[in-house]
């Protein structure tokens, strides 16, 4: 899924990632003690929701993720092939992006040849990331903001959809 020079780092990140929203999700499910939080964060209220949102401390640890098993790459294996872009940007997390761009318009059929009768067409994937913001009033420090992006992960074969007109 992506390319070998830094598959590990990018699986090393989702799983990060995922363990991060897990880490997120049981904070905000604890109770608060004593009408306090058991974090030292703080709550900031959003005027056009009305909803306090809670920041807590997050620890990131390196040491934790599980390493992932090594899958055969299917770009090049694949009836509809498709390339890997590599986008970086440090003030995210992760700081690299690998994202697929399908290669023909069409779909490879048994003689590798390109068949015009079949799409290739991109399967996209929703990822979140961390954007690591400056806090406002101090040039040292600094925050991350959860976002999510719509990626393409790889390619796939389909039928064109025909629409007959009278």
């Not at 020079?5 to 699986?11: E, F, I, P």
């Not at 761009?101 to 015009?116: M, V, Y």
């Amino acid at each position: 899924m992506f390319p070998t020079s830094s598959s590990k780092v990018t699986a090393a990140c989702v799983a990060l990632m995922m363990m991060m929203m897990i880490t997120i999700q049981e904070a905000a499910a604890m109770p608060k003690v004593g009408g306090q939080s058991k974090h030292s964060g703080k709550t900031h209220k959003r005027s056009s929701e009305d909803v306090a949102v809670e920041t807590v401390p997050l620890q990131l640890d390196a040491s934790a993720l599980v390493a992932t098993k090594i899958i055969r790459p299917l770009e090049n294996a694949s009836i509809s092939p498709w390339t890997y872009n590599v986008s970086h940007d440090e003030s995210l997390f992760p700081p690299m992006l690998s994202e697929a761009r399908c290669l023909l318009q069409g779909c490879l059929d048994s003689k590798g040849q390109e068949d015009l009768n079949l799409e290739s067409r991109p399967i996209m994937h929703q990822v979140l990331l961390l954007r690591r913001v400056r806090s406002a009033g101090s040039v040292h420090s600094y925050h991350f903001r959860l976002e999510s992006r719509l990626i393409t992960v790889g390619c796939t074969c389909v039928r064109p959809v025909v629409q007959r007109q009278e």
